[in-house]
């Protein structure tokens, strides 16, 4: 019985999957609660793989894909919901990673999300930065952040992504959301025009490069509220890689761009409960007080750690004291909070005391 796209995918929603991996020679395999499982059932053939490919690209994605040999996109499907799937090649074939995506924005308890990113949510301008490696449930919370300022505020927000993973309904807010390679051919060139079409908020799905990192920053500064993901481990990397995206005669001016505009960042972590069962997230919240503001703008962001470490009253914490925490309430393990610290004799120091 060939395989079908359909098959696989209401498989994956009923094992509560996160992403399904389409391979030559293996059975679909899945990521459940962080861990890859081959399901049972016959290796997926080349004809397979083509039979699919020629079920999910249109043409304009098929041109894309002959010319890049890669291609991101998202579809809907009846009954499964909506999911986000890259292919690529391999041994001359086409291989999909499909990520599966939530039907529903849950709330901020289910996805434990600390009380400062209700309180971004009220921002009217500026720049909210997402970051964490892939994976870690940075379209989750932006699309949490997205779904709150619809739920509370009339507002037209307009979306850039690649590609659209949750689709949102107005509320009170108007939401435009535009798709790479459907709606858009690039983020540069949408970021600019979306600045004619009167937004209140502007969310670019990922930062990549100079000219889509220099519009953000103009928009974020001339009144509107800008929230962007970047693939950067913490605040302090993310601060150093928008620096160093820019040539040394425009670091001066970006970096007063920057400290004039950062509202805050808040860098992830999905890790694996205690229990062995899913996954939690860790956050570290950077924001942009007067004092980190100051960093910023002197350049000084080594001392951006010490200012998140004394930062509490203003809801700021690292990523080590986060660990910390979900460790001391039993959510993980102690060789899981040592093994993604910054500095774990930190986390080491802080049990010791606790004894």
Request: proline share 4%; charged share 25%; aromatic share 4%.
């Amino acid at each position: 019985m060939a395989i079908t796209i359909e098959k696989v995918l209401s498989s994956a929603r009923k094992l509560g999957a996160s992403d399904v991996h389409l391979v030559g020679g293996i059975a679909p395999a899945m990521r459940v609660h962080g861990e890859i499982r081959v399901v049972d059932g016959p290796p997926m053939q080349e004809e397979d793989l083509k039979r699919i490919y020629d079920s999910l690209l249109n043409d304009v994605q098929k041109a894309t894909f002959e010319k890049e040999w890669q291609v991101c996109f998202s579809r809907r499907l009846e009954g499964i919901g909506r999911f986000r799937i890259s292919v690529y090649l391999h041994a001359g074939s086409p291989e999909f990673s499909i990520r599966l995506s939530e039907n529903n924005v849950r709330s901020s308890e289910e996805l434990q999300l600390p009380e400062a990113i209700d309180d971004l949510c009220r921002l009217t301008d500026g720049l909210i930065l997402i970051t964490g490696p892939t994976g870690m449930g940075k379209t989750t919370t932006l699309n949490y952040i997205i779904n709150m300022i619809n739920s509370t505020r009339r507002t037209k927000i307009i979306t850039i992504e690649d590609p659209v993973e949750f689709e949102h309904v107005n509320n009170r807010s108007i939401i435009i959301q535009q798709e790479m390679l459907g709606d858009v051919k690039s983020y540069q060139s949408a970021l600019r025009h979306v600045l004619r079409q009167d937004p209140d908020v502007i969310v670019v799905g990922e930062m990549r490069d100079l000219e889509t990192m220099e519009t953000a920053l103009i928009a974020a500064e001339t009144g509107h509220l800008v929230i962007a993901t970047l693939h950067t481990p913490d605040s302090i990397q993310t601060i150093q890689r928008i620096y160093s995206v820019f040539p040394a005669e425009q670091q001066n001016s970006i970096t007063v761009q920057l400290a004039n505009s950062l509202q805050a960042i808040i860098a992830q972590k999905l890790l694996p409960k205690a229990e062995g069962k899913g996954l939690i997230l860790a956050t570290e919240i950077c924001i942009a007080t007067p004092a980190v503001r100051n960093q910023v703008r002197e350049r000084n962001v080594h001392l951006l750690y010490s200012e998140m470490q004394t930062g509490r009253k203003n809801k700021m914490n690292t990523m080590d004291q986060s660990l910390f925490d979900l460790y001391q309430r039993g959510e993980i393990t102690y060789d899981v909070a040592l093994s993604n610290a910054r500095d774990p004799n930190h986390i080491r120091n802080q049990v010791e005391k606790k004894r």
